[in-house]
């Protein structure tokens, strides 16, 4: 008698098929988001004033000591920043599920995806160093070339050196700008993927720029509003900073719920 055939064995389903789908939302749904934000705080004030004070002690204090140190001066305040902020986004999500939200929330990020988040920073601190170590060659570059024109060229060639020296900054600038905004959007939800989603960090920058591009209308709009609301927290000697941390994390909490569907249930 014939054994029967065995049949195929099915692979396993890479990790990513688990993580959320980007999502299409009006533009004005930035305003419940807002909104969001501002009942998250008002929930719990005293914890989210204690973890907004101790997140920029922690921040202010490295970057002022270290910004004179090659590297490390410009790496350390990104990697802190993603770390702070993915403890405070776990804050955030505790809070929406059992209504509770405490000040030790706010080192989670160390404890539960240090690597993954500081790499996130890193991603983040890099190209901006060598965006500006570019800056510096081709600004020294251009300025050694004026100098050498002025001293025995004419004013024509002078004019000439320093109208093409305007023109390559302004062009080192444009790109300065759109690699900055790239990196920005790409920053924007990565620490949220990581703590909610477990995604890995390069993939989480990837949905995060994704899910931004698809909703570039909300994303600017939101933009637009933090900065007026930033502008406003620095009028009362800059304590409404205290303030504009929670509400810019319950914010983009806020935000990465909406934007981000539930994995595939296929995958599941």
């Known amino acids: 008698m014939n054994s029967p055939i065995p049949a195929p064995v099915t692979p396993a389903r890479h ?13 004005t749904r930035c305003f419940a ?10 929930a719990h004030p005293a914890d989210w004033v204690l973890m907004a004070l101790c997140a920029f002690a922690l921040l202010a204090i490295p970057t002022v000591v270290l910004a004179p140190i090659p590297l490390i ?8 920043l993603t770390l ?3 403890g405070m986004l776990h804050a955030a999500s505790t809070q929406a599920e059992d209504g509770q939200a405490h000040f030790l929330q706010l080192f989670e990020g160390f404890r539960r995806h240090p690597g993954n988040l500081a790499l996130i920073g890193v991603f983040y601190a890099l190209p901006l160093i060598l965006i500006h170590l570019l800056l ?12 050498g024109n002025s ?9 000439n050196s320093l109208l093409s020296m305007l023109v390559d900054l302004g062009i080192a600038l444009g790109i300065f700008l759109l690699l900055w905004g790239l990196l920005l959007l790409a920053m924007l939800f990565a620490p949220a993927l990581v703590m909610e989603a477990k995604a890995p960090p390069l993939e989480a920058m990837r949905l995060s720029l994704a899910a931004s591009l698809r909703n570039i209308g ?32 319950g914010t983009l909490h806020a935000a990465y719920q909406d934007l981000f569907a539930a994995p595939d249930s296929e995958a599941s």
């Open 15 to 27: 990790s990513r098929h688990h993580l959320p789908v980007p999502q299409r939302v009006p533009a």
């Open 33 to 42: 988001w807002l909104a969001s934000g501002w009942r998250m705080f008002a």
């Open 151 to 159: 001293v025995g060229g004419a004013l024509g060639d002078l004019t």
């Open 84 to 86: 702070l902020l993915g």
């Open 73 to 80: 001066g410009p790496m350390l305040p990104p990697i802190l």
């Open 136 to 147: 510096i060659l081709v600004g020294g570059g251009l300025l050694v070339s004026l100098l």
């Open 218 to 249: 909300a994303v600017l709009l939101l933009g637009l509003s933090l900065y007026v609301l930033f502008v406003l927290a620095l009028v009362p000697a800059g304590l409404g900073v205290l303030i504009y941390i929670p509400l810019l994390v």
